[in-house]
């Protein structure tokens, strides 16, 4: 097992790995919202979602891995009412065959963000 992490993330706000490649799968921890080089959340849903994304992406692409590589999401909302907006950039993310994903309303997000993300890869290329 091995520790992924890169600048091109937020750092982990906790004892936490942003991720942990096992046996070809990388596991990427939840990601919120935040621009890894001002700290900053933006604003609108849509924002939200997009800088979430691009943070599970920027894990994936440092330890060899691409978005078709994604097996499994999970999206954490702070209200189901952001599901439609969330949906509308996710879906620029990801091409088909989708990964399976799982969406909830949540009590509560660090940081007051509307949405964190977590994801699965599987690591297709030939050995």
């Given amino acids: 097992m091995r520790s992924i992490s890169t600048d091109s993330a937020p750092a982990a706000i906790g004892p936490y790995s942003q991720a942990v490649e096992c046996n070809g799968m990388l596991f990427v921890s939840g990601q919120l919202p935040v621009d890894p080089v001002t700290g900053t959340i933006p604003e609108g849903t849509k924002e939200q979602a997009a800088r979430a994304l691009e ?57 007051g963000a509307s949405m964190e993300i977590d994801a699965i890869f599987v690591d297709q290329r030939e050995k």
């Fill in 55 to 111: 943070n599970v992406r920027a894990i994936a692409e440092s330890a060899g891995y691409s978005m078709s590589d994604c097996a499994r999401v999970t999206v954490y909302l702070s209200d189901l009412s952001l599901f439609a907006d969330v949906n509308s950039v996710y879906s620029t993310f990801f091409t088909e065959p989708y990964p399976a994903r799982s969406c909830f309303a949540v009590a509560g997000i660090p940081k």
